[in-house]
Each structure stands twice: as C-alpha cells, then as structure tokens.
C-alpha cells in the first residue's frame, strides 16, 4: 500500500498546474493532501472521484484559509474531523480515517511564525493531538500520521541551523516537543532508511531556495512501534513541482 502527503500550498492552485493531476495519475492507494485552501465545492467532480477514488474534505471557517483533504482507494470504516476542540477543529486541520488495521491521521499543523500567540496556539495543538494520538493507540489501534508538521526535528533537517535557531520551526520547544512525540513509540519513517542531511520538503519560494536546495524538511509520516515491520520505504519526491512542499510518501505492507 503507498501513502502520499503534500502540503499543496492552495488546491485550486496546484489543479490549475496540473500537477495534482500527474500525482494522482501515479495512483496511490491514498492521498493526504494539506492547505488546500478550499471547501469541497471548489474542488470538481472528476478531481473528486478520479480512478474511483474516495475524496474527503475538511475545511476551516475562515474562507480560503488552512484545510486538509483525504482521496483513497479503501473506503474508511470511518472518517471524522478535528480531535473535538473547537479552537482547534475550526481551523479545518485535521481528517482521521479508521482503516481498521490502522487510523490514519492527515494533520496540517499550525505554523508560529506569525505572533507569540500563534506559538502558544501551535504548541497548544501540538499536546492536543499528541493527547488523541496516545488516546488511539490506547485502545490497541495502530497510528499513521502523516502531514506538514512546520518543525524541523534536528540540524541535518535544514540546510541552515545556526540561523533559524530563533525561527519558529526550529526553536527548541517545538524540536523539544517532536522529543517528546518520539519517545511515545511514533517514528519518523523517512529516517528509519536515510539518515543523510541535504534532503528537504519545503524550500522559500520568494528566494528561490529549491533551485538551491537551501531547505526544511517539515513533511513526514510516523507510525508507531507496531507497524514498523510493515514499513517497508519511506521517500520524499521534490521532483514533483507546484507547491513550495513536495510530497513525502511511505509503503506499507498490508
């Protein structure tokens, strides 16, 4: 089973470019998409449906703002919206599906960059996701959360730590935080086969920095302990252009 996940930066945007489409044309069993900008209406039918994919939408109140999306193959048992915070599930940022041999949870976490309060609201999600996630596996469930996490967890997961030492999206509460994320059995997939510096899922597109490959790699897919036999690649694909993310992607036996 492959699972992709990208940060599209604007749904709308990227249909336009066509590049969703060549995505999608690589038929993944599942497609996690994250700031698509949009309310399912805006998205067409034959998007929607395509190769009999199954499409799921969740949006933010604010019009043209955040949003995640959901097309897989495998009709879910069932798909909710949100962890059932208010302040947090406004924000359209969260789909979770239950596959049954595993939940699925397609998260477009909060960026801190803005204010001192969008940290404190970052970090507020952060321990509120990571409260459901546990709350999952508690009741014996197997976790795949994938999505655009807006931290690089160490040095080798952006071209420049020295300089973003005080960015958030690199200070050491929201690193300290992935620690802590770590250390309750979730894993970074894409390490568990490259432990290299030098590859990178978002890069600024006001300074060119892809062409450049002066980046961050923000984008992941954890699992928890159980799964990890099951893991079999774990990639990122910047050959696929239209967002200032790339898609990251695992395959998982089942």
């Not at 507020?124 to 931290?151: H, M, P």
């Amino acid at each position: 089973m492959r699972l992709l996940s990208w940060n599209v930066n604007g749904i709308r945007a990227v249909l336009k470019k066509g590049t969703l489409q060549q995505l999608m044309a690589k038929s993944p069993d599942i497609l996690c998409i994250q700031e698509t900008k949009a309310v399912e209406e805006q998205v067409p039918e034959d998007i929607k449906y395509h190769n009999g994919y199954h499409a799921y939408f969740s949006s933010a109140v604010k019009k043209g703002y955040s949003g995640v999306a959901l097309f897989t193959k495998e009709k879910p048992l069932s798909v909710w919206h949100g962890f059932g915070i208010k302040r947090f599930d406004d924000e359209g940022r969260a789909i979770i599906a239950d596959y049954g041999r595993f939940i699925l949870m397609n998260i477009y976490f909060p960026n801190g960059k803005m204010s001192k309060e969008r940290l404190d609201y970052k970090m507020d999600f952060y321990e509120a996701f990571l409260e459901y996630a546990d709350g999952l596996k508690a009741e014996g469930k197997n976790i795949v959360v994938c999505g655009d996490l807006n931290t690089a967890h160490m040095d080798i997961d952006l071209a420049r730590p020295k300089e973003n030492e005080k960015t958030s999206g690199f200070l050491p509460g929201e690193r300290a935080w992935i620690d802590k994320f770590v250390s309750h059995g979730y894993i970074d997939t894409f390490r568990v086969f490259n432990k290299d510096p030098g590859h990178y899922s978002y890069w600024d597109m006001k300074t060119r920095a892809r062409e450049r490959n002066v980046g961050w790699r923000i984008d992941y897919f954890f699992i928890d302990e159980g799964l990890i036999r099951d893991l079999a690649s774990a990639f990122l694909m910047p050959e696929i252009p239209g967002s200032d993310h790339c898609p990251a992607g695992i395959d998982i036996k089942f």
